[in-house]
């Protein structure tokens, strides 16, 4: 038996979340405040890691098996780094009600940018 319950990628185009990440209502919309926080505090390379933190957000989706629908929202899904600055992920609200309905544990969040893209890999392993 596999421990492997979702895998999720998306790739996104950084000058496309730079034109968003422009607009209040679009942070508001997809990212928490402390991933807003996050960005903003990155100076020249906010939009890099807004792009990377979106596509972590549909990566996720894609690993749930659910995309945004059923009530899962972007928000829910939370782009967090440690003291060292590997990123994590936490959920809320649906998108945790939908990990554990998948019978999902750990979610492993690998992130990446070059040129003017952006890529997420998500992998979700069973809960113990």
Known sequence: MSDTV?????????DRIEKAIQKEHFNRR??????????MGRGR????????????????????????????????IEVVHT???APGIV????????LSRLGGGRIHLSLS??????????????AS
């Open 30 to 39: 997809v990212y928490t405040e402390r991933e807003i926080a996050y960005f």
């Open 91 to 98: 959920l809320h609200g649906e998108a945790e009600t939908a």
């Open 113 to 126: 940018h070059e040129d003017n893209m952006a890529t997420a890999f998500v992998v979700i392993d069973r």
């Open 83 to 85: 003291e060292s600055g």
């Open 6 to 14: 979702g895998i999720g990628v998306d790739l996104c185009r950084i």
């Open 45 to 76: 390379q906010a939009a890099q890691s807004a792009a990377a933190m979106y596509a972590a957000k549909e990566a996720v989706a894609k690993a749930l098996g659910t995309g945004f629908a059923g009530g899962i929202m972007p928000e829910q």
